[in-house]
């Protein structure tokens, strides 16, 4: 998932801010096995992006379970949303590589 900000709130501080309040909230949503937060490591990034948030559930089928978990919307709907600019979330399969 990456997100950007609004400008009133792309700043170093907040990004950190934003990036602590995620990781103190997301991993108490149902099913979030891995929680991985990444902020921008160079300017060209920082234009475009300030979050990069990987969230890591058990399976595809869990996606919809974190999707209206309680903790999940509160985070998405109140604290995230009034800050945020524009969100592209991407969903993936984790890839097993065969021994």
């Known amino acids: 998932m990456l997100i950007k ?3 009133a709130y792309a700043t170093d501080e907040q990004r950190a801010q934003v990036a602590a309040a995620t990781a103190s ?6 099913g979030v ?3 991985r937060i990444g902020t921008p490591a160079d300017g060209r ?5 300030d979050l990069c948030l990987q969230v890591v559930l ?5 996606v919809e379970r974190y999707r209206v ?5 509160a985070y998405a709907d109140v604290f995230l949303r009034p800050m945020l600019e ?6 993936f ?3 097993e590589p065969e021994s």
Not at 86 to 91: E, Q
Request: charge should be positive; aromatic fraction near 8%.
């Open 69 to 73: 978990d309680p903790v999940h919307r």
């Open 58 to 62: 058990d399976d595809v089928e869990a």
């Open 5 to 7: 900000l609004k400008k």
């Open 86 to 91: 524009r969100i592209h979330v991407f969903d």
């Open 45 to 49: 990034t920082r234009r475009d992006w």
């Open 25 to 30: 909230t997301l991993p108490k949503a149902e």
């Open 33 to 35: 096995r891995a929680l």
């Open 93 to 95: 399969e984790r890839f």
